[in-house]
């Protein structure tokens, strides 16, 4: 009775399942021509913004659904263990999931090290003058910093495909390379492409390579198969930075793809980021990327960090901890989003640069190269060495940063868009304009030239609803009222 039951349940389950794809099927194939009339180049764009959007929503329903057939289907198999009197199941009938065929790699593995002495010779740097970085009222403070910090092993996961030109990405990271024993660097390979495969391996023991085992077809039907290479590069990172935490077994990792240029104090970057990501637990990673980073609308000023709610990607950093929580519920496409969502932030934050650590060159890609074109492309790498592991950031710890940047923010003088667009009052170094609804944001950011999209009511490079940027060579904070509460999830 209780098994007939819990089969009652599946098909119950499964028929609600596919009457859903149905409807969805119906509702995104009948949109394209209803939107047709009166159809114009302007809101083409926005049109296709809203189809990917109710796309990812529906792929996150459908998890959901699959996720609770997987439970039935294990709570079944366990109820037929039981009344077996061997303990066996009809493999025909109830075949556990296959797990994951593990790699044939044959690799050396540096055991992690999580803290290592200070090296000889480097004694206590004499006090320096505060050096006021930003120009914005001491908000950014540096003094010299007493010694190196901490000192961990920060493997490189360089994630590739089909690119050939992964040797522009790997060249730049071995000849900016400190330390090959602290920054080892593993290239994971999807695709199987034998070309790649074939100049990755002629670093040899420069860098160790790994092969994504699954390569199969991803089923998807339409629109579904539109998006199928993001399902794949979802598949392939879960696999790759589980081995990196799970067969290399190291602490943390810097994620990078086979398309990025780095800067010449990447490393640095990362080495003096990583203490302040270990022991802040609202902190979840340190990016290289500055989303609004375009030439025009970045200080040159290197040296500034930032903290922000928004999951810059492109060049990361994570600890393993990390890691274990996400892996279990890492999603089937759309990662990066995914890990905008508040579910997965709980609130936490990154670091991340005024100028951008990371450039890209890969124009062909999943995305057919339209948003590298229109920004990505545009985005200043910086160029200049800053030695970070002698500076003191403790600005960047919760407890200092917020007052400053809150006091920052809102002393700044209020002006409209258009008295910034024309450059009224040239005397202020910094100024404000508010916005109050997702609307005047959207309307706002697109006439200030900076990025406009929301991901669960989070703006790009935002912390607590504001963003920073540069415009006629002065700071521009677009910012909500102070009285800002929380970010609204609604906002997309």
Known sequence: MRLRKKRYMVVVVVMVFLSWNVLTYYVLVSKPSQAGQGLSNE????????????????????QRVLEDLRNLKRQAVADLKQLSPHGAVNPANNAPDKETPKPVVVVQVLPPVNDVENEPGNEKAGDLAQEDL?????????????????????????????????SKSLDLLLRLRPSADRFPIIVSQDCGHTQTAKVIQAYGSQVKHIQQPVLSDIKLTWPMDLFKGYFKISRHYKWAISQIFHTFNYSAVIIVEDDL??????????????????????????????????????????????????????????????????????????????????????????????????????????????????????????????????????????????????????????????????????????????????????????QLGIMEDLKAGVPRAGYRGVVSFMRSNRRVFLAPPPTWNGYDPKWN
């Open 134 to 166: 930003a120009g914005q009222g001491g908000f950014y403070k540096s003094v010299a910093r007493a010694g190196d910090p901490n000192k961990v092993i920060l493997p490189i996961l360089m994630i590739a495909c089909d690119r050939v030109t992964v």
């Open 261 to 446: 240029y780095v800067s010449p104090d990447f490393f640095e970057y990362f080495a003096a980021t990583y203490p302040y990501l270990h022991e802040d637990p609202l902190l979840w990673c340190v990016s290289a990327w500055n989303d609004n980073g375009k030439t025009e609308m970045v200080e040159d000023k290197p040296e500034l960090l930032y903290r922000t709610d928004f999951f810059p990607g492109l060049g990361w950093m994570m600890e393993r901890k990390t890691w274990l929580e996400l892996e279990p519920k890492w999603p089937v496409t759309f990662w990066d989003d995914w890990m905008r969502h508040p579910e997965q932030r709980k609130d936490r934050e990154c670091i991340r640069p005024e100028l951008s650590r990371t450039s890209t060159f890969g124009k062909i890609g999943v995305s057919k190269g339209q948003f590298f074109e229109k920004h990505l492309k545009f985005i200043k790498l910086n160029d200049k060495f800053v030695p970070f592991t002698k500076l003191d950031l403790s600005y960047l710890k919760k407890e200092n940063y917020d007052n400053l940047f809150v006091k920052a923010v809102y002393s700044s003088q209020l002006l409209t868009v258009s008295e910034v667009q024309s450059g009224a009052r040239p005397e202020l170094t910094s100024v404000r304009v508010q916005y109050n609804t997702k609307e005047q944001f959207k309307k706002y950011a697109k």
């Open 43 to 62: 809101n083409v764009e926005t049109q296709l913004d809203q189809l990917q959007a109710d796309i990812q929503l529906q792929l996150q329903q459908n």
